[in-house]
């Protein structure tokens, strides 16, 4: 059973820097997706970065040029920099990672509830 632990969240201030990580245990298959979403109360949860084995990437619009997502594959292990962090970053992140690769890193498909970390959180103030 694949199990993922987020740390690096924190408070900052505008214009800041946060660096998040993303560690998965229990992985079995050779290729996955591993990306992060973020989610603000009475909002959807929102795809952010992804990275696939291969080291391809994703962002959304909202964070291109400021955050960037890289991978240590033999720790999986992903990191997200966060730089020039805004008030609307603000959100608790998730980690997720699934072994279908398109859905997740290229339409931000949510893979099942059982590829979740549990979230670290995110304050940047004004």
């Known amino acids: 059973q694949v199990h993922l632990v987020e740390s690096g969240g924190g408070s900052v201030q505008a214009g800041g820097s946060l660096r998040l990580s993303c560690t998965a245990s229990?992985?079995?298959?050779?290729?996955?997706?591993m990306a992060w979403f973020r989610q603000v109360p009475g909002k959807e949860r929102e795809g952010v970065a992804s990275?696939?084995?291969?080291?391809?990437?994703n962002y959304a619009d909202s964070v291109k040029g400021r955050f960037t997502v890289s991978q240590v594959n033999a720790e999986n292990t992903i990191y997200l920099e966060m730089n020039s962090l805004k008030p609307e970053d603000t959100a608790e992140y998730y980690c997720?990672?699934?072994?279908?690769?398109?859905?997740?890193?290229?339409?931000?498909?949510?893979?099942?509830?059982?590829?979740w970390g549990r979230g670290t959180q995110v304050t940047v103030s004004s």
């Open positions: 997720a990672i699934d072994p279908n690769t398109y859905p997740l890193c290229v339409s931000w498909t949510p893979p099942p509830p059982n590829y």
């Open positions: 990275i696939d084995i291969d080291g391809n990437t």
């Open positions: 229990g992985v079995t298959y050779r290729h996955y997706c």
